[in-house]
T-cell receptor
């Protein structure tokens, strides 16, 4: 079946511009995660959804970052007034069960964001 | 919170040799430890995982060992092949509670020379 998909794959934004990154998880997956991966680093947790409920947003770097999953499937990560330090790959992952149960997280290909 | 240290940051081996990557974690409550392989520009893919109730798990040329007392776990790849070249990440989580955060190491760039 189809895996996790993300769009756009690449995004170039001017500093101060707002961006929206989309994640389509595997159909039926309860859990959805967003990660930020800086160049040469491991993914860092941003936020977690269980269906439509955002249960953990402790990793969001600032109030410029906002995520939603209104119908419990597709999720959008929005970054307002982008800064150069926001440049990174944004990864989305989903898993079949409620988060924290140690189930495999399936990753999308990521959106590479470059802020100029 | 959890902190995961991974070593080495780069590893170069000859085809057919073994490769070992080591990780340590700080939270003694962590109980699930996956390993991901990420090729350049691609998504991370799970290659093997281990739970805290076992000490070793093997899948063909890949094995993972866990020492809960010392709080470290290792990835072992035998008979390496050029297609094993990638960045490998270890991770840890205390699953089963209200914690949802998978903490990753910084990665190991493995190069297998033909």
């Amino acid at each position: 079946g189809a895996g996790v998909s993300q769009s756009p794959r690449y995004k170039v934004a001017k500093r101060g511009q707002d961006v929206a990154l989309r994640c389509d998880p595997i159909s039926g997956h309860v859990s959805l995660f967003w990660y930020q991966q800086a160049l040469g680093q491991g993914p860092e947790f941003l936020t977690y959804f269980q269906n439509e409920a955002q249960l953990d947003k402790s990793g969001l770097p600032s109030d410029r970052f906002f995520a939603e999953r209104p119908e419990g499937s597709v999720s959008t990560l929005k970054i307002q007034r982008t800064q150069q330090e926001d440049s990174a790959v944004y990864l989305c992952a989903s898993s079949p069960l409620a988060g924290g149960l140690g189930e495999t997280q399936y990753f999308g290909p990521g959106t590479r964001l470059l802020v100029l | 919170g959890e902190n995961v240290e991974q070593h080495p940051s780069t590893l170069s081996v000859q085809e057919g040799d073994s490769a070992v990557i080591k990780c340590t974690y700080s939270d003694s409550a962590s109980n699930y430890f996956p390993w991901y392989k990420q090729e350049l520009g691609k998504r991370p893919q799970l290659i093997i995982d281990i739970r805290s109730n076992v000490g070793e798990k093997k899948d063909q040329r890949i094995a993972v060992t866990l020492n809960k007392t010392a709080k470290h776990f290792s990835l072992h790849i035998t008979e390496t092949q050029p297609e094993d070249s990638a960045v490998y990440f270890c991770a840890a989580i205390n699953s089963g509670g209200s914690n949802y955060k998978l903490t990753f190491g910084k990665g190991t760039l493995l190069t297998v020379n033909p």
